[in-house]
């Protein structure tokens, strides 16, 4: 009988420790395909963040490091320098890669590191109990913004993508999501064309992909998808911001 569906030999077969409802599985399992259908598994090395995907080292079957909080750039910059041949990714979520690594992300856009980003934000710290972040929306009820987030008092929220869609470095920005079967398989070709690029020894990539949080936002899962589409998505458009390769093509 032929096998017509089979889990991703770059995803290791073992529990793992997010919340029911969390969509890190299905972001990782996104990658695990990537680095499969690739044939790149054996030559690709992540780096692993401080927040909730802190332990993706025990998940994925390639070789991964664990950076400070917010350094995954700067270690995925060293390693790429080293190993110039290797496929090397970062996965971050908000609060790791756009506050305390914000200037990481940023330098390493504008020197156009050939390194891979993947930016998990779902509006908040979620880790640490559902903090507010710097991506959280005005108004956005959070353990530490229990009145919503005011922002005539803690600004605006960043949009992460456009901003390092202006740097000359980025070759390639794209914002996805994960809530519907057709935004996963959009998602998937975004990460997909992240690491060609990357192995065509293009600049820095970035894929941002918008996430639900159901824990920390006190919704259930379903719940969690409608309020990611009503209130993220306007926000945080989905779309290309930056493709310098089809730039190219026209």
């Known amino acids: 009988m032929a096998i017509v569906f089979q889990p991703p030999v770059s995803l290791l077969d073992v529990p793992t420790h997010y919340c029911p409802?969390?969509?890190?599985?299905?972001?990782?399992?996104?990658?695990?395909?990537v680095m499969d259908e690739l044939n790149i598994m054996d030559k690709t090395i992540g780096v692993a963040p401080v927040g909730c995907s802190v332990l993706a080292y025990d998940y994925f079957a390639c070789d991964m490091f664990e950076a400070a909080h917010g350094r995954a750039p700067a270690v995925a910059t060293g390693i790429k320098r080293?190993?110039?041949d290797s496929v090397v990714f970062t996965?971050?979520?908000d609060g790791d890669l756009a506050a305390i690594g914000t200037a990481e992300i940023v330098h390493a856009a504008t020197r156009g590191e050939k390194i891979t980003s993947i930016f998990v934000n779902n509006c908040i710290y979620g880790m640490t109990g559902g903090q507010m972040a710097p991506t959280t929306l005005p108004g956005q009820v959070t353990e530490t913004s229990p009145y919503g987030r005011d922002v005539n008092?803690?600004?605006?929220?960043?949009?992460?993508?456009?901003?390092?869609s202006t740097l000359e470095g980025a070759y390639y920005i794209e914002r996805v999501s994960v809530?519907?079967?057709?935004?996963?398989?959009?998602?998937?070709?975004?990460?997909?064309?992240?690491?060609?690029?990357?192995?065509?020894?293009?600049g820095f990539t970035l894929v941002e992909v918008l996430s639900i949080c159901p824990t920390n936002w006190g919704l259930n899962p379903q719940e969690s998808f409608k309020w990611l589409r009503e209130n993220?998505?306007?926000?945080?458009?989905?779309g290309v911001k930056k493709d310098k390769g089809a730039e190219a093509e026209k």
């Open 232 to 238: 993220m998505i306007p926000y945080y458009p989905l």
């Open 21 to 33: 409802g969390c969509t890190h599985g299905v972001i990782h399992r996104l990658v695990a395909e």
């Open 179 to 202: 809530d519907s079967v057709p935004n996963v398989i959009k998602a998937k070709k975004a990460i997909k064309k992240a690491f060609e690029y990357q192995l065509e020894g293009k």
């Open 91 to 93: 996965y971050q979520g």
């Open 82 to 84: 080293t190993h110039p």
């Open 153 to 164: 008092l803690a600004g605006y929220p960043i949009r992460v993508s456009e901003m390092l």
